[in-house]
């Protein structure tokens, strides 16, 4: 009798287990279930959309329909400049966008890839980014277009250092094998060394191999 009595202490004992236990034995989707909030996301995504239309809309507004007052406040800046601070927003972008996906736990990131976004949006639509740029900015802007052939240049030439480190990383996982040690270049650190790498070498090629000049 004292034995069953023991035996059944012991088996309640095994049932009282700690939050932290019951929840290391759950399986992966509910506990993200459990930690999720759709609610959250279903703002975030509506908050990523406005940041994606309305600072492009009201860039482009403003050089439709107050150029002269564009031309006056942004004609002291240089070529090199605007090349510049338009490169170094949408590298922070991509760098942003990528440490929210790196760091998903974190809303910091998330938030950072919001505001840059918006900044680089902003600037698209001021300086009408397209295909034909050129074409749009000349009409537009007339004998000031420079400036705005200058920042269209610098987003993208960091959206074609974007593309090929992109390119570049997925051929090394695919090639490169395991024990290689041109694997190491995969890795976070290693991985964010190239890019940066890339896209400083991306924006040299325009400031000094004479793109903003031919604008």
């Given at each position: 009798m004292d034995q069953r009595k023991a035996n059944a202490n012991a088996n309640a004992?095994?049932?009282?287990?700690?939050?932290?236990?019951?929840?290391?034995e759950l399986s992966i989707a509910d506990i993200s279930k459990r930690h999720s909030n759709p609610?959250?996301?279903?703002?975030?995504?509506?908050?990523?959309?406005?940041?994606?239309v309305?600072?492009?809309?009201?860039?482009?507004?403003?050089?439709?329909?107050?150029?002269?007052?564009?031309?006056?406040?942004?004609?002291?800046?240089?070529?090199?400049?605007?090349?510049?601070?338009?490169?170094?927003?949408?590298?922070?972008t991509a760098t942003a966008l990528a440490m929210a996906l790196i760091e998903s736990s974190k809303w910091?990131?998330?938030f950072l890839f919001v505001v840059f976004l918006t900044i680089e949006q902003f600037i698209s639509g001021l300086c009408l980014l397209r295909l034909s740029f050129w074409y749009s900015t000349y009409?537009?802007?007339?004998?000031?277009?420079?400036?705005?052939?200058?920042?269209?240049?610098?987003?993208?030439?960091?959206?074609?250092?974007v593309a090929i480190?992109?390119?570049?990383?997925?051929?090394?996982?695919?090639?490169?094998?395991?024990?290689?040690?041109?694997?190491?270049?995969?890795r976070s650190w290693a991985s964010f060394i190239m890019?940066?790498?890339i896209e400083v070498l991306a924006i040299l090629v325009v400031i000094?191999?004479?793109?903003?000049?031919?604008m």
């Amino acid at each position: 009798m004292d034995q069953r009595k023991a035996n059944a202490n012991a088996n309640a004992d095994k049932t009282l287990e700690s939050p932290s236990e019951l929840e290391s034995e759950l399986s992966i989707a509910d506990i993200s279930k459990r930690h999720s909030n759709p609610k959250r996301w279903v703002l975030y995504f509506a908050i990523l959309l406005v940041a994606i239309v309305v600072p492009y809309w009201v860039g482009r507004t403003l050089a439709v329909q107050h150029t002269a007052w564009v031309v006056k406040n942004f004609s002291g800046l240089s070529a090199q400049g605007v090349v510049f601070i338009a490169w170094v927003t949408t590298v922070a972008t991509a760098t942003a966008l990528a440490m929210a996906l790196i760091e998903s736990s974190k809303w910091l990131w998330r938030f950072l890839f919001v505001v840059f976004l918006t900044i680089e949006q902003f600037i698209s639509g001021l300086c009408l980014l397209r295909l034909s740029f050129w074409y749009s900015t000349y009409v537009v802007y007339g004998a000031f277009s420079g400036l705005a052939n200058a920042a269209n240049l610098g987003i993208i030439s960091a959206g074609f250092g974007v593309a090929i480190y992109a390119i570049l990383f997925v051929g090394l996982l695919v090639v490169v094998p395991k024990k290689s040690r041109l694997n190491v270049l995969t890795r976070s650190w290693a991985s964010f060394i190239m890019f940066y790498a890339i896209e400083v070498l991306a924006i040299l090629v325009v400031i000094f191999g004479g793109f903003i000049t031919a604008m």
